[in-house]
C-alpha cells in the first residue's frame, strides 16, 4: 500500500538555516531515502518551495477566488512530501522516525493514498 508521509515544519525555522545546516539536514535525509530507494520502496518525493511562493483557488464561490499565499496559516506549513510503499501502517510509520531521526523539529502525517493514473484501470 502506498503511503503520504507530509512533512510539516516551521518555514521560519527552515528558511532560517545556513546552506550547511541545511545541505546537513539533506545528507542525513539521504541515507534514509536511499535505503528506501535500495528496498523499492520509495516514490516521489517533493520539497516544496516557500508558502510566499503558493495560490490559493477557493472554490466555494462562483468564479473562484484566486489568492496569494498558502491555504491555511498555522504555525507549521507543508513543506514536502514523500510517497512510499509499505505493508502496514506500521511499516510507514517505521519509515517516518527513521526520517524524523534525520530531520528534527516539526511533524509527519501519514496517510494512506491510492494512486490514480487516467486511463487505467485500479488494481
Known sequence: MYYAILCY???QIVCSWTQEEDDAVLG???????????DG???PVVRLLPTTSATTLRKDSDPPLVLDG???????QLLGFYVVDCDDLDGALTVARDLARANPGGAYEIRPISIFRPGAVAP
Open 9 to 11: 515544519h516551521s518555514e
Open 70 to 76: 498558502p491555504f491555511a496559516e498555522t504555525k507549521e
Open 28 to 38: 542525513r535525509l539521504a541515507v534514509v531515502h536511499e535505503q528506501l530507494a535500495r
Open 41 to 43: 520502496r520509495l516514490g
